[in-house]
């Protein structure tokens, strides 16, 4: 197994904010470039405020509704700074960087009230981080245009941030993810990224890991071992494979098209990923971004934009020495809120009011056309070897 050295710089930002340049070559010299905007000194004023009915926590981001909106495509602060065109990236080109968010939705912050006078209101600060990822500095891509060693020094990215971010004392669980399509409520057009790490287990995580428990309970078995092998037995909604990774449209899939991406060893987060599911990884992933472009083929026109969609990634949540879930098991979530062309799934009365979803489009159907938006490449992927399994 082969060794792939990715080379990490870390600098700060004028107002003090963290940046990491991770580039496929040594000595760039990007983290020792300066920021030379005037900024005043990073502060958030986030709090958490509990939901009894719910036993979950909502963070609160007033600050946030000064973010910015849509600039145009010159005053886009995620490309190089160049000249005096200053952005939140002081190098004049790059090829991967992450850097802690200027409008966290989650970040330490001052002791606030906890609600005095307030019986309804329990309340603390906020804790955590908000990074965003930048996977390209051409602001005209897309993750599906990267090469595949570009998409694979993102993994590497992402890896290098789940294990960091994941051993802070005041982190439970670390999400990477990606909005795309300003129908999901996008507000900058760059490619990029953005890591929550949050202070609390979400609550899907929270309810991914009570059904894990309950499984293993009662079977003596892993849950996402069963679901995984039990899609590939059934084959009907695998959409790709390899040796070390399967995508399959779920079952009870809630979103018109939705593909989740296992890999084959279990592992609890992108940090305990080895070299070789790494590589594949990359792969795989820019194949199945190719077909959710394909879903939906751009007339002469061009009356739709590129398929909206959101990629998570869902990690084993970590105990307070950092140490992860291992019952939990690493995989990806990408789906689109698409459902046709010109029309999206919208989360209506009982999707939103109840949390009971309804699907429009059925989940074999949908493994149909995205197998067929596949690239051609795609089909000549090594698969895994069963005799050694």
Not at 42 to 51: P, V
Not at 238 to 264: K, N
Not at 344 to 369: H, Q, T
């Amino acid at each position: 197994m082969r060794t792939r050295q990715v080379f990490r710089s870390t600098g700060r930002l004028a107002d003090g904010r963290e940046i990491i340049y991770f580039d496929e070559t040594p000595d760039t010299g990007r983290a020792e470039v300066d920021d030379r905007r005037p900024l005043p000194p990073f502060s958030t004023g986030s709090q958490l405020r509990y939901d009894p009915l719910l036993d979950e926590w909502v963070a609160l981001a007033a600050h946030r509704q000064n973010r910015t909106y849509l600039p145009p495509p010159d005053e886009c602060p995620l490309d190089p700074s160049r000249g005096e065109r200053l952005s939140e990236i002081p190098a004049g080109d790059y090829d991967v960087v992450v850097f802690e968010n200027r409008f966290p939705s989650l970040a330490p912050a001052p002791e606030t009230a906890a609600g005095e006078g307030d019986p309804a209101l329990a309340a603390r600060p906020s804790a955590g981080r908000c990074e965003v990822v930048c996977f390209t500095s051409d602001h005209s891509a897309s993750f599906s245009d990267l090469t595949p060693q570009r998409a694979r020094t993102v993994v590497d990215a992402w890896a290098d941030r789940t294990a960091e971010l994941g051993a802070r004392p005041d982190v439970a669980h670390v999400y990477p993810f990606e909005n795309r399509g300003i129908e999901i409520g996008v507000t900058l057009q760059h490619p990029h990224g953005q890591i929550y790490a949050y202070p609390f287990v979400p609550p899907r995580i929270a309810a991914m890991r009570e059904a894990a428990r309950k499984h293993r309970a009662t079977t003596g078995d892993n849950l996402f071992d069963t679901v995984v092998a039990d899609e590939r037995r059934a084959g009907r909604r695998v959409v790709a494979q390899g040796e070390h990774w399967t995508a399959f449209v779920p079952a009870a899939a809630r979103w018109p098209y939705e593909v989740r991406l296992f890999p084959l060893r279990r592992v609890p987060t992108l940090a305990h990923l080895d070299e070789d599911q790494r590589d594949e990884l990359a792969g795989i992933y820019l194949d199945l971004l190719s077909a959710f472009d394909g879903l939906f083929p751009q007339p002469a026109q061009g009356t739709d934009p590129p398929t909206p969609y959101i990629s998570a990634w869902h990690q084993a949540p970590v105990d307070a020495d950092g140490a992860p879930d291992t019952e939990f098991a690493l995989h990806l979530q990408l789906f689109t809120l698409r459902r046709a062309p010109g029309k999206l799934k919208y989360l209506a009365g009982s999707e939103s009011g109840m949390a009971a979803w309804i699907n429009d489009v059925a989940p074999e159907d949908a493994a149909d056309r995205i197998r067929a938006a596949l690239p051609a490449s795609a089909a000549a992927r090594p698969t895994e070897n069963k005799e050694q399994r």
